[in-house]
């Protein structure tokens, strides 16, 4: 007879980003934020757009500060980068994380590709 205790069976590590999960999302950024997070919305922000740890940190700091301050303009913008690479508007999505993320030509032109591959 099968114990409580022996199912179901959880992986021996189990973590909130657990390799089988599914691919992070702008979403887990946005939350990771909101919550005050900003180490967890790096580690997702450099995996979206292709960034070393030190300009993701700042890219989350620039977010931070523009979702604080910015009001809903801010808001209204970073949400249009969802329809800007559903489009494929290159320029579009850079003026985008330019604004929104504070990211320089060479940080953006990685950035751009990760978001726009596929």
Request: proline content about 3%; charged content about 30%; overall charge negative.
């Amino acid at each position: 007879m099968q114990q409580a205790s022996d199912w179901p069976r959880r992986p021996r590590f189990f973590s909130a980003y657990d390799v089988r999960m599914a691919e992070r999302t702008f979403r887990d950024f946005a939350g990771a934020v909101m919550a005050g997070k900003n180490e967890e919305a790096a580690a997702v922000l450099g995996e979206l757009l292709a960034l070393d740890d030190e300009t993701a940190s700042r890219a989350t700091h620039h977010f931070d500060s523009g979702m604080r301050g910015g009001g809903p303009d801010f808001m209204a913008k970073a949400m249009a980068l969802r329809t800007a690479v559903g489009s494929r508007d290159h320029d579009q999505v850079r003026g985008i994380l330019a604004d929104c993320f504070g990211l320089g030509a060479d940080d953006l032109d990685g950035a751009t590709r990760a978001l726009l591959k596929s």
